[in-house]
């Protein structure tokens, strides 16, 4: 440890040292300052456990940033499957309706109204190719998430 008469030499050195070289100082005061100057370096951290620490960091920050992206992914999955599902039942519901329609058609078309059957049955297929791709475009976006 470090003593008052380390520190009172270190001081001597170290004004010797600013008025002459360091050949010049006697062979104490070099002394004094290699002690000083090894102490100061075997005190401090060393160059391999700042690297370590950074390293650890790094490694650490790295860590981080997957586990956040590995949650983004599966959020931005659960909102792609929750679109998905609604669009197929929206899909579902507008088939029924449909059905439905085509149904009461079919009942109401047994008069001898043929145009009335043409017009159903494209508003069948129109709202049929609407649902059908709701679904697709809900079921591309899970496979992008």
């Known amino acids: 440890e470090p003593t008052a008469a380390a520190s009172y030499t270190r001081e001597a050195?170290?004004?010797s040292l600013a008025a002459v070289e360091y050949g010049a100082l006697p062979v104490?005061?070099?002394?004094?300052?290699?002690?000083?100057?090894?102490?100061?370096?075997c005190d401090g951290p060393s160059v391999r456990s700042v690297l370590d620490a950074r390293i650890e960091d790094a490694q650490n920050t790295?860590?981080?940033?997957?586990?956040?992206?590995?949650?983004d992914k599966k959020r931005r999955q659960a909102e792609a499957n929750?679109?998905?599902r609604a669009a197929a039942e929206e899909a579902a519901l507008r088939m029924q309706e449909l059905h439905s329609?085509?149904?009461?058609?079919?009942?109401?078309?047994?008069?001898?109204e043929g145009g009335n059957d043409q017009v159903s049955a494209a508003r069948i297929a129109m709202e049929a190719a609407a649902a059908a791709?709701?679904?697709?475009g809900a079921r591309a976006a899970v496979g992008r998430a």
């Open 13 to 15: 050195w170290a004004n």
């Open 82 to 84: 929750a679109k998905a």
């Open 28 to 41: 104490r005061e070099r002394l004094d300052a290699l002690a000083w100057l090894v102490h100061t370096v």
């Open 133 to 136: 791709s709701a679904a697709a």
């Open 62 to 71: 790295k860590k981080q940033l997957l586990e956040d992206a590995k949650t």
């Open 101 to 112: 329609l085509q149904a009461a058609a079919a009942q109401g078309g047994e008069g001898g």
